[in-house]
């Protein structure tokens, strides 16, 4: 049920050779919202997921998933517990079909070990069907666009009962069409009281599709947010450490004004007599 917690980090630390990664971070994600982590590059989130996810370990902390003290010694115990994670690079085999990725090393097979590929291809077009897309179990996952390969690793985590998705920065690599039919499949599955940890660079994302949204800086927690209650300005603010007067600074210079000057410049073999400027504010094309 909504409010009810399906993921609580506390005190999370982990330290490589010469870098504390993670001082103490807590992280709570209710059951059926749509959680939003942001920081910037180097803040911790990957290696938080990571964590979460059952390829690192944590020096330190707890994590309590689905109400139980867990920690996941790989990501296959992670997956078999109902954490899902779709990496910002796509980890599919583009030679073999949609449905062999879907359910690779969990196929069913008949008494002389031959897959039952009938029953591999109904269960992976049911497990679609709730995304309304036009991808077909047998088709080489290599044929698919990026955002229909998005798709077949989400239905990949869905098909092991995930009660938590991972989004890796999930539109890094989508049109604007492709995005709205994520936002779409992310609402349906909070619906169903699916949890996500929804992790982007892109703050007009998160008041779009987020309920709630946790800053990470330098390794550190900084605090969490319903994002009806912040501004963009208030999360890039605790991104950074400090405050922004201008998103967008004046610029120097009047229009015009001369920036790069070329006079008489050569190269034995390869070119003579070059001349050009570059005023302000002015596209130079170069053909040659």
């Not at 590929?117 to 290599?142: C, M, Q, S, W």
């Not at 920065?169 to 709205?180: N, R």
């Not at 007009?204 to 605090?223: K, M, P, Q, S």
């Amino acid at each position: 049920m909504q409010g009810e917690y399906c993921l609580k980090v506390e005190n999370i630390t982990k330290t490589f050779p010469g870098t504390i990664a993670l001082s103490k971070v807590n992280l709570q994600v209710r059951t059926g919202e749509v959680h939003a982590l942001v920081g910037e590059n180097g803040a911790g989130k990957s290696t938080l997921m990571n964590i979460i996810s059952g390829v690192l370990p944590p020096d330190e902390g707890s994590i309590t998933f689905q109400g139980t003290p867990v920690r996941f010694a790989n990501p296959s115990e992670a997956q078999a517990a109902g954490v899902g994670f779709v990496h910002q690079e796509l980890a599919l085999c583009p030679h073999i079909s949609v449905a062999e990725n879907i359910y690779m090393g969990r196929y069913e097979t008949g008494p002389l070990g031959f897959i039952k590929r009938k029953k591999l291809y109904a269960d992976t077009a049911e497990l679609l069907k709730p995304f309304k897309t036009n991808i077909r179990p047998e088709n080489l996952v290599g044929s698919l666009n990026i955002a229909d390969q998005q798709i077949v690793e989400i239905a990949k985590s869905l098909s092991l009962h995930c009660r938590l998705l991972i989004l890796d920065e999930p539109t890094s690599s989508l049109s604007d069409t492709e995005t709205e039919i994520l936002f779409g499949i992310i609402r349906k599955l909070k619906s169903e009281g699916i949890s996500v940890l929804y992790i982007s660079h892109r703050i007009a994302e998160i008041f779009e599709i987020c309920d709630r949204v946790t800053i990470l800086r330098d390794g550190c927690y900084i605090n969490t947010f319903p994002v009806s209650d912040v501004t963009p300005r208030q999360i890039v603010e605790g991104m950074v450490g400090r405050e922004l007067n201008d998103f967008y600074p004046a610029k120097c210079g009047e229009a015009g004004e001369s920036l790069l000057e070329l006079h008489c410049l050569c190269r034995q073999g390869g070119f003579q007599d070059i001349r050009f400027e570059l005023r302000r504010c002015e596209s130079l094309g170069l053909s040659g």
